[in-house]
């Protein structure tokens, strides 16, 4: 089974910090990608990568910053954490870019900026 | 700007009734249309996927049926039990492109 694993469940910052979200994937797959979920917004693109070092912007790139140094590792960024970056983060994984190639989940990570 | 819209929002069916949510899009070139299921405290999974060049596509208790003139598709749960409980997405996708156009969910609740 597709095994998509996310680093931490829930994670309180304070504003101004850098946070780190990690996700791994374990099916050598080539496109990763960070969603945002909120209530009544539904899932919304953040980045997403096709290829190490190779990363797209997605609808809500602004705050945000990624890296995928290696293809199994897809790391979302906060430079400088707001509150209003406060959010079920979540991380999926697809294994081509052509029709019908599907998105796996990760459990998803719960931030929360004070 | 939503490229796919979803209604109801959420959506309360007894037991044993049909659950019906409903999507709409306007860019004729997407032309994969999957389904997500999520359940409290999990990410989302695919449920079922359909193409566009058949009108409908059933696996067990869920079908999507699949308008193109309209650019409407729906997912129909038959025989809705406690357990359909989740919230659900519609998404579309290009051949072209990686990523899928999330529609803002529905949440479903089957009452016993």
């Known amino acids: 089974d597709v095994k998509v694993t996310q680093s931490s469940r829930y994670l309180v910052k304070r504003t101004g910090e850098k946070v780190f979200l990690e996700c791994v994937q374990d099916m050598d797959h080539e496109n990763m990608f960070w969603y945002r979920q909120d209530p009544g917004l539904g899932l919304r693109l953040i980045y997403f990568s096709y290829d190490v070092k190779m990363k797209e912007k997605g609808d809500i790139p602004e705050g945000y910053s990624v890296s995928r140094e290696k293809k199994e590792r897809f790391s979302l960024i906060l430079e400088s954490a707001s509150t209003n970056q406060t959010s079920m983060y979540l991380c999926a994984s697809s294994l081509r870019g052509g029709i019908s190639d599907t998105q796996y989940f990760g459990p998803g990570t719960r931030l929360t900026v004070l | 700007q939503q490229q796919v819209k979803q209604s109801p929002q959420s959506l309360i069916v007894q037991k044993g009734g049909i659950s019906i949510i409903n999507c709409a899009y306007e860019?004729?070139?997407?032309?994969?249309f999957p389904w997500y299921q999520q359940f409290p405290g999990k990410g989302p999974a695919l449920l079922i996927a359909?193409?566009?060049?058949?009108s409908e596509k059933k696996e067990g208790r869920f079908t999507i049926s699949f308008n193109k003139s309209a650019k409407q598709f729906s997912l129909h749960i038959m025989d809705s039990q406690p357990g359909d409980s989740a919230t659900y997405f519609c998404a579309a996708k290009t051949n072209s492109g990686y990523a899928l156009n999330f529609g803002k969910g529905t949440s479903l609740l089957v009452t016993p």
């Open positions: 359909i193409r566009p060049d058949v």
């Open positions: 860019n004729t070139a997407f032309d994969y």
